[in-house]
């Protein structure tokens, strides 16, 4: 039995030595107790030496081997001090109170030696195994939170280490903050397609060249681009939807370039009053005022300043670009409707500045000729518009000047198949009714007549007039150089 409990001591005190050799730190400390209690043991009695010193021995035989098995075993070191703990929980009670009190020195690393008893070794080796398992244990968090730091500093995310003490324990956590990414800003024009078409590009009500034209979208117009079918865009300009061939679209244009090449700007004033420089500078001399929500084209633009038309006058200035609201327009699509009234307008301006009175030189001419010129206006126009009036006596006077008619306004005006009312007895009827002309309509047809002799001209060199129901019926409103004015057409 004493036997048994010999080899068992022997036995704790080698994987003393084993837990000493891997924690030198620990072992050195160790040496210091170990010191005092080597004083301490100088005066035990010297008779139990020659066992001790063969324990002691035997121990240093094995000493080599113990430290090669701990490096290449390290693996092993919680099993081991596992099962110590286990065998000394479950034999402490019998070891106290049946072994006998025996000493035992130990040799440490430095040289020095520890003496303790047996007692005292069992549970200095379980202290030892207890804070060898802690340590082991804070190793191995310890590398796992090296082990992710270093992962982390690989990414582009910020890492901050936050420790948190929970018990008599502290635990190292890794607090992952993502670095927030500058999301890009969604242009504002990113849906919007202008028109690369050499003059226009129909707009249909289907995907295909068959489909009914709805509208033209002309050069530099733009669409808002509401889906892709192939390579049809389907689009909505002004009152137009409908598609059109991708091909004559531009898209994905940058907004500054959409807003300086396309855009048509304006401003509207966002404060009380707004005071327009001459110059972009405040210190610059003060031009006029512009008030809340009035609008105004812009000319051009800079960071701080906006150049603008201030009145019809063509009056330029420029307001500070932080108190208008810039508003930026695209020319629209123009629907079938609309482009009827477009040309319908057109067409009055066109008349408009082909009929504006303008002036040559007079004619001589006889009250004769006045008489019977007004005459053959109030017959031929008595309820038309003085301009109407003033167009038919140009046409007799153009007729005097032409080389293919009489050169005299008697002689074109009864000239055969010119003028109806010449032979259908209705200038005969005003010729004699002349004296007594004096309604608006007759003071009139004197006025008008008059004023084309002394040289005011509405109808250029045109040779012809007739009611316009039947010059249309005739085709004569194919003519190129035909006006329309009040019901008569001119060419």
């Known amino acids: 039995m004493k036997t048994k409990r010999t080899v068992l001591s022997m036995i704790v005190v080698l994987s003393v030595f084993y837990l000493s050799v891997i924690f030198d730190i620990r072992s050195q400390n160790n040496s210091i107790e170990g010191t005092s209690l080597l004083k301490e043991d100088s005066l035990m009695t010297e008779t139990s030496a020659i066992t001790e010193e063969a324990d002691i021995t035997a121990e240093d035989a094995n000493d080599t081997s113990i430290q090669r098995f701990s490096y290449e075993n390290n693996s092993n070191t919680s099993y081991l001090s596992a099962s110590v703990n286990e065998y000394l929980s479950e034999n402490t009670d ?224 420029f307001v500070r670009r932080e108190y208008a609201e810039l508003i930026v327009d695209f020319k629209d699509a123009v629907s079938r409707e609309e482009e009827k009234e477009l040309e319908r307008l057109k067409e009055e301006e066109r008349i408009k500045k082909e009929t504006e009175v303008k002036y040559r030189d007079g004619v001589n001419y006889t009250e004769a000729d006045l008489k019977l010129l007004a005459c053959l206006v109030h017959a031929e126009a008595g309820g038309q518009s003085y301009e109407g009036k003033l167009a038919v006596a140009n046409i007799v006077l153009n007729r005097v000047k032409s080389k293919n008619h009489p050169n005299s306004i008697k002689n074109v005006i009864y000239a055969p198949g010119q003028f109806s009312v010449a032979t259908s007895g209705s200038l005969a009827k005003q010729l004699a009714n002349y004296d007594d002309y004096s309604s608006n309509a007759q003071r009139l047809s004197i006025k008008a007549a008059r004023a084309a002799l002394e040289g005011a001209n509405n109808v250029g060199t045109r040779l012809y007039f007739h009611s316009y129901k039947s010059a249309v019926n005739k085709g004569y409103d194919d003519k190129r150089n035909c006006v329309k004015i009040d019901d008569q057409l001119f060419w």
């Open 94 to 317: 019998e070891l106290n109170s049946n072994a006998p009190s025996q000493t035992i020195r130990t040799m440490n690393s430095d040289g020095s030696v520890t003496v303790m008893n047996e007692g005292e070794t069992a549970l200095n080796m379980e202290a030892e195994a207890s804070r060898t398992a802690e340590s082991a244990k804070e190793d191995t968090e310890f590398s796992a939170l090296s082990d992710e730091i270093a992962t982390a500093d690989t990414t582009d995310e910020e890492v901050t280490p936050v420790a948190l003490e929970n018990d008599a324990e502290i635990e190292s956590e890794l607090v992952v903050l993502s670095v927030p990414k500058k999301e890009a800003i969604p242009s504002k024009y990113a849906n919007i397609g202008i028109s690369i078409a050499e003059n226009y590009v129909n707009i249909r009500d289907e995907a295909s060249t068959e489909g009914k034209v709805l509208g033209k979208l002309f050069r530099d117009s733009a669409a808002e681009i509401l889906k892709t079918e192939g390579d049809w865009y389907y689009v909505e300009s002004g009152s137009v939807k409908g598609y059109v061939k991708s091909d004559y679209m531009k898209t994905g244009i940058p907004d500054d370039e959409i807003i300086e090449k396309y855009g048509i700007l304006s401003i509207i004033v966002k404060v009380d009053g707004l005071n327009v420089r001459e110059k972009p500078d405040t210190e610059s001399d003060k031009l006029d005022v512009i008030y809340m929500n009035e609008t105004y084209p812009v000319l051009d633009l800079t960071e701080e300043w906006i150049k603008v038309d201030i009145t019809d006058d063509k009056e330029i200035g």
